[in-house]
Structures are given as structure tokens and as C-alpha cells.
């Protein structure tokens, strides 16, 4: 099992830009091994796929944030990052993080993004 803990979200202007971190506890052999994604979800709204990135360090974005929104990890600090520029009011939302193996997924408790226009 694996806990996760985000941090970093809070209120910023369209246009702006935010840096979500995810913290990652358990065994570094583990995590190593994990997929890492980030999730958002808007109120009255289905929670969704943001960016993840693979073991393997393979990326992928939600067409919604490609070209705006980095996902990155470092292994050896067990944690994941999510570089959000030109941030939009759509953007708003609460943010998880995610980690998946063996079809086993961890959630952290999310953090609020509120981007005002």
C-alpha cells in the first residue's frame, strides 16, 4: 500500500501558474514500479484523467491541458509533480494523485485549484 499527499494547489488568476506536488510513503521498490497520474474533478462533474506518466517514464495528457500542463517524477524523493502554466478558469478543480499497480490504485485526499477569471 501506498499513501499519497498533495500539496501546492490554491487560487491564482487565469494565465497563471501552479505547481501540484504528490508525496509518495511506502516501499521506494514499489513506487519505483508505479504508474503516476494526476486526476482532477470539477463539481457536478465525473472525475477525470489529467497527465500520467509510466514506470517507464512514457507521458500522456488530457487533450484539454497538452502544451500547458507538465507531469514530471522523481523516484529517489518518491514524489510526483504536476507544472500547470496558463492556467484557465476550466482548470478548476480538485486535484488527485494517483498511483497504480497490478491494477491496484492509491488516492491522496486532493487539493483545490481555483482558477479565477
Known amino acids: 500500500q501506498v499513501q499519497l499527499v498533495e500539496s501546492g494547489g490554491g487560487l491564482v488568476q487565469a494565465g497563471g501558474s501552479l505547481r501540484l506536488s504528490c508525496a509518495a510513503s511506502g516501499s521506494t521498490f514499489l513506487i519505483n514500479d508505479m504508474g503516476l497520474a494526476w486526476y482532477r474533478q470539477a463539481p457536478g462533474k465525473q472525475r477525470e484523467l489529467v497527465a500520467s506518466?509510466?514506470?517507464?517514464?512514457?507521458?500522456g495528457y488530457a487533450d484539454s491541458v497538452k502544451g500547458r500542463f507538465t507531469i514530471s517524477r522523481d523516484n529517489a524523493k518518491k514524489m510526483v509533480y504536476l507544472q500547470m502554466n496558463s492556467l484557465k478558469p476550466e482548470d478548476t478543480a480538485v486535484y488527485y494523485c494517483?498511483?497504480?499497480?497490478?491494477?491496484?490504485?492509491?488516492w491522496g485526499q486532493g487539493t483545490q485549484v481555483t482558477v479565477s477569471s
Open positions: 506518466i509510466a514506470r517507464g517514464g512514457s507521458l
Open positions: 494517483n498511483a497504480a499497480f497490478g491494477g491496484i490504485h492509491s
